[in-house]
């Protein structure tokens, strides 16, 4: 059995009764093999950002998993599809967005996800959740870049 990993994953809806359903894809997290809930943040109202559609509630996980990146990946995408996404272009409006933010100190890149998440650095709806729940993953320098962005904390 693999040593646990600490990995902070950010969730997202905009469709539907987003509320409902990113407090329950945060239940369901904890409830998956290979998959402990450590820490779960506040919720959080954002406008889209770079998208379209009704405002997105948004939040950042903590967990210890037993699993693989890849294997992690794909749990989430099970999740994402249970509940209804669908990925008709970039940016869509979704029902559930899951993204691996941090995998313990990895740094991978492959065509499926690359690690540390990419955007998460520009983006207020990832990095005030996860200043909440890992105020050591995020500097002050990240938090002033994005202070212009809207975000409410519910």
Same mark, same amino acid.
């Given at each position: 059995?693999?040593?646990?990993?600490?990995? #902070?994953?950010?969730?997202?809806?905009?469709?539907?009764?987003?509320?409902?359903?990113?407090? +329950? *894809?945060? =239940?369901?997290?904890? *409830?998956?093999?290979?998959?402990?809930?450590?820490? &779960?943040?506040?919720? #959080?109202?954002? =406008?889209?950002?770079?998208?379209?559609?009704?405002? #997105?509630?948004? =939040?950042?996980?903590?967990?210890?998993?037993?699993?693989?990146?890849?294997?992690? !990946?794909? /749990?989430? +995408? &099970? @999740?994402? @599809? *249970?509940?209804?996404?669908?990925?008709? #272009?970039?940016?869509?409006?979704?029902?559930?967005? @899951?993204?691996?933010?941090? %995998? $313990?100190?990895?740094?991978?890149?492959? =065509?499926?996800?690359?690690?540390?998440?990419?955007?998460? $650095?520009?983006?207020? %709806?990832?990095?005030?959740?996860?200043?909440?729940?890992?105020?050591?993953?995020?500097?002050? &320098?990240?938090?002033?870049?994005? /202070?212009? +962005?809207?975000?409410?904390? !519910?």
């Amino acid at each position: 059995m693999r040593e646990p990993v600490t990995a #902070y994953i950010a969730l997202g809806a905009n469709l539907g009764d987003a509320c409902a359903t990113v407090r +329950q *894809a945060i =239940a369901a997290l904890g *409830a998956r093999p290979g998959i402990a809930l450590q820490k &779960a943040s506040s919720l #959080y109202r954002t =406008a889209p950002m770079e998208s379209s559609g009704p405002d #997105y509630i948004n =939040a950042v996980v903590e967990v210890h998993t037993t699993l693989s990146a890849p294997d992690l !990946l794909a /749990q989430l +995408q &099970a @999740l994402e @599809l *249970a509940n209804g996404r669908e990925r008709p #272009y970039r940016n869509a409006p979704r029902t559930l967005d @899951l993204d691996i933010l941090l %995998f $313990g100190a990895a740094r991978l890149e492959s =065509a499926a996800l690359t690690v540390p998440h990419p955007r998460m $650095g520009g983006r207020a %709806f990832v990095l005030v959740p996860l200043a909440e729940i890992a105020p050591h993953q995020v500097s002050e &320098a990240q938090l002033q870049a994005v /202070q212009n +962005q809207s975000i409410e904390r !519910l």
